[in-house]
């Protein structure tokens, strides 16, 4: 009977500990910058925040949680961005450093030998239910091979940006007005599934990946309207603008100096909508009793293509605006409208989220995430584990100018790979990156530059070289292909004699087959000149 009794007592015990296992929600904007959403990141700067987006659901989390001031994505582009947040390593460990990434491609990088955010779940052995909806990253193709319960892959490719344009991308079906890039159908799958949870009690870890605010930009005709009206009261345009857009029937109709103006409220009218998808979801969150035992962590893959002031460049750029990103956390411990001012990356995520599950099951050696969870508790008090190398952001793009760029506490230090150039900026007293002092604090740079480069070597990055060489395979590989095909194409035209609808199918080939290898040629050229390039914008 007490052998009953005791283990009638255990499993209630474990059940108990089961319910108290904390929920994690990470809401992921795309190409979202660090002064677009009406929160300002500095509570102190409240110019910082954005002075016509209206995002009141942002400012409601904001004031139960903590934002902060110094955090970072992995890389200014979305795909390298979301294969780094899913395993805790910065891009130049996981083996993605850009969305065309050539050696990723030749080396061919197994992602499933890395773990996910939600396989470390699984291990935890507490029940977690994950899920993944939205937004996917196109090398890791189908997120239920990585450790998630559900998703909304339901289509024929992986969720990516194509499917924030269109309902069925594979048959171009529009997506609907009242829904634009899937904002409120994403939010409903939400709501369901933290309905399910609420039912059956399950901890669970959902990452909600937003296709907004990536171009296309749509959204919904009345929020809209009233942005309209707002920009044309501020610019004085007495007749208003007309609500029509460049892809319209009417398009000609619309006087060329408001177009522009056009832009900015529908891009506005976005973001609010965004900002009305996440409030649906955290009313959800609190109206099922969830709330309290959730952490709700809200932040961006890279930085806004739009304008990021007072911080330099954007979407793709290497600048702080390129990856810098605004991040709101709240959750269990997390003081009300607090800020943190310590440099925080995304790969810090997975780390932060073993600690704060308490799962004991070990994390593997190579990962570059540390846990965030005393900032969490205490803000600028916390005392967080030092890091192997500072924060590496490592962008050998060869389609862009590519820059490597690495800070370590209040300094960053960036490198132009073409040139070997290198810049040091104090991001702490600069942050629009304006004073160059590499030039005055040679020992600090000498000293960046060494550890910079001990962190590449270790984790075997792509170098420039590598890269442009293998860029310059694929398209002369591409162009081999392209040739034979057209050899074929010429021999069957030959052989094709009055055969009108054969020939017909065959030229149309040829036509397809010749305008590529154009492209493929201009590919070529565009590279030589981008090898060269001493740019740094």
């Not at 952490?295 to 605006?321: C, H, R």
């Amino acid at each position: 009977m007490k052998l009953t009794i005791s283990l009638l007592f255990g499993f209630a015990t474990s059940l108990v500990h089961a319910v108290k296992a904390p929920n994690f929600i990470i809401i992921y904007a795309d190409d979202l910058g660090y002064t677009q959403t009406s929160v300002p990141m500095m509570k102190d700067r409240p110019k910082l925040g954005h002075s016509l987006h209206q995002t009141p659901h942002l400012e409601r989390l904001a004031a139960r949680g903590m934002r902060f001031s110094n955090a970072y994505c992995p890389s200014p582009v979305c795909t390298s961005s979301r294969a780094s947040i899913q395993f805790g390593m910065t891009t130049a460990r996981v083996g993605c450093i850009s969305i065309h990434d050539v050696v990723m491609n030749k080396r061919k990088v197994d992602f499933k030998k890395n773990l996910s955010l939600a396989e470390m779940l699984k291990e935890a052995d507490k029940g977690y239910h994950t899920a993944f909806f939205g937004k996917g990253c196109t090398p890791l193709g189908w997120f239920k091979d990585h450790g998630y319960d559900e998703t909304d892959f339901i289509h024929k490719h992986p969720n990516g940006n194509a499917h924030g344009d269109w309902w069925e991308p594979t048959t171009k079906t529009r997506i609907p007005a009242d829904d634009p890039k899937r904002m409120f159908s994403l939010a409903k799958t939400s709501v369901d599934y933290l309905e399910k949870r609420a039912k059956d009690k399950k901890p669970f870890y959902l990452m909600i990946s937003h296709y907004a605010v990536h171009v296309r930009n749509t959204s919904l005709k009345s929020t809209r309207a009233k942005y309209l009206k707002i920009v044309a009261e501020r610019e004085g345009i007495a007749d208003g603008i007309p609500d029509i857009s460049k892809f319209d029937t009417n398009a000609s109709e619309m006087p060329k100096k408001l177009q522009s103006l056009w832009e900015k409220a529908n891009y506005a009218a976005m973001m609010e909508n965004m900002d009305t998808s996440i409030g649906i979801v955290l009313d959800k969150l609190q109206t099922l009793g969830l709330e309290e035992n959730t952490y709700v962590i809200f932040s961006s893959d890279n930085g806004g293509g739009s304008k990021n002031t007072p911080l330099q460049g954007g979407k793709a750029k290497m600048w702080e605006g390129g990856l810098r990103v605004p991040m709101i956390v709240a959750g269990p411990g997390i003081a009300p409208n607090s800020q943190c001012d310590q440099p925080v990356a995304q790969w810090d995520y997975l780390t932060t989220v073993h600690d704060l599950a308490g799962s004991k099951a070990p994390l593997p050696d190579d990962l570059d995430g540390i846990s965030l969870r005393t900032v969490f508790e205490k803000g600028n008090a916390g005392k967080l584990a030092k890091r192997d190398t500072g924060l590496v952001f490592h962008f050998p793009a060869h389609y862009t100018t590519p820059i490597t760029s690495y800070r370590n506490g209040d300094y960053k230090l960036m490198r132009q790979l073409n040139t070997g150039e290198v810049k040091l900026f104090n991001v702490v007293t600069d942050m629009g990156e304006s004073k160059e002092l590499s030039k005055i604090m040679p020992d600090k740079t000498k000293e960046m530059i060494r550890d910079l480069d001990a962190y590449l070597k270790k984790v075997g990055a792509w170098t420039m070289k590598e890269v442009y060489n293998t860029r310059k395979e694929e398209l002369e590989d591409w162009l081999m292909r392209d040739k034979k095909e057209v050899t074929e194409i010429n021999l069957q035209l030959a052989r094709a004699d009055s055969n009108a609808a054969e020939i017909k199918k065959l030229k149309a080939e040829l036509k397809f087959i010749q305008l590529r290898q154009a492209k493929q040629l201009k590919s070529l050229e565009q590279l030589s000149v981008n090898s060269k390039s001493t740019r740094w914008f």
